[in-house]
T-cell receptor, first 110, second 114 residues
Framework: SQQGEEDPQALSIQEGENATMNCSYK?????LQWYRQNSGRGLVHLIL?????REKHSGRLRVTLDTSKKSSSLLITASRAADTASYFC??????????FGAGTTVTVRA | DAGVTQSPTHLIKTRGQQVTLRCSPK?????VSWYQQALGQGPQFIFQ???????QRGNFPDRFSGHQFPNYSSELNVNALLLGDSALYLC?????????????FGPGTRLTVL
């Protein structure tokens, strides 16, 4: 079974719009990471947020973490066609293995 | 600086056969983890190797085994292949087994079992 669960499953937006996706998890974590995957290829690391952090930015990406609600969100601002991909959140607990959700598929329309 | 590399890129096998997949970690990394990603799903943790030993294992049968070499590279072996083993196999590397650092993934090996 998978620890994380992304919402929505799919998202379609116009180029230039913002995209927001959420991740919920079940057990306590050390870190939460977001990854991008293009067309079933390898995962590209986007951002890592530690359990004692609440918000983190990287370029057009903004990640928030609410450990009391066991949830995280990923915001992509000013989306581009190249942002079309599947996005996964991954959590690690005391066993340090990464547990992934099923992902959010984002389509950016030109 | 080379990232994580995997070989082969694609592989086609028949049921009952055995397969070996290979992974070279990112420079400076000593821990390798393997994941299986079925179509439309997120990756599932198979096992992790550190100091040439299997440190953690996910919910996979003994048909899945691995090895880590002194240069930190790793192999994933799957015996008695089943149709359900068809998936993208991903290798990830990091520094140390503690998991507090980012895990970097390779491009994956697409295995098709006929």
């Amino acid at each position: 079974s998978q620890q994380g669960e992304e919402d929505p499953q799919a998202l379609s937006i116009q180029e230039g719009e913002n995209a927001t996706m959420n991740c919920s998890y079940k057990t306590s974590i050390n870190n939460l990471q977001w990854y991008r995957q293009n067309s079933g290829r390898g995962l590209v690391h986007l951002i890592l947020i530690r359990s004692n952090e609440r918000e983190k930015h990287s370029g057009r990406l903004r990640v928030t973490l609410d450990t009391s609600k066991k949830s995280s969100s990923l915001l992509i601002t000013a989306s581009r066609a190249a942002d079309t991909a599947s996005y996964f959140c991954a959590t690690d607990g005391d066993d340090y293995k990464l547990s992934f959700g099923a992902g959010t598929t984002v389509t950016v329309r030109a | 600086d080379a990232g994580v590399t995997q070989s082969p890129t694609h592989l086609i096998k028949t049921r009952g056969q055995q397969v070996t997949l290979r992974c070279s970690p990112k420079s400076g990394h000593d821990t390798v983890s393997w994941y299986q990603q079925a179509l439309g799903q997120g990756p599932q943790f198979i096992f992790q190797y550190y100091e040439e030993e299997e440190r953690q294992r996910g919910n996979f049968p003994d048909r899945f085994s691995g090895h880590q070499f002194p240069n930190y590279s790793s192999e994933l072996n799957v015996n008695a292949l089943l149709l359900g083993d068809s998936a993208l196999y991903l290798c990830a590397s990091t520094r140390g087994p503690g998991g507090t650092d980012t895990q970097y993934f390779g491009p994956g090996t697409r295995l098709t079992v006929l």
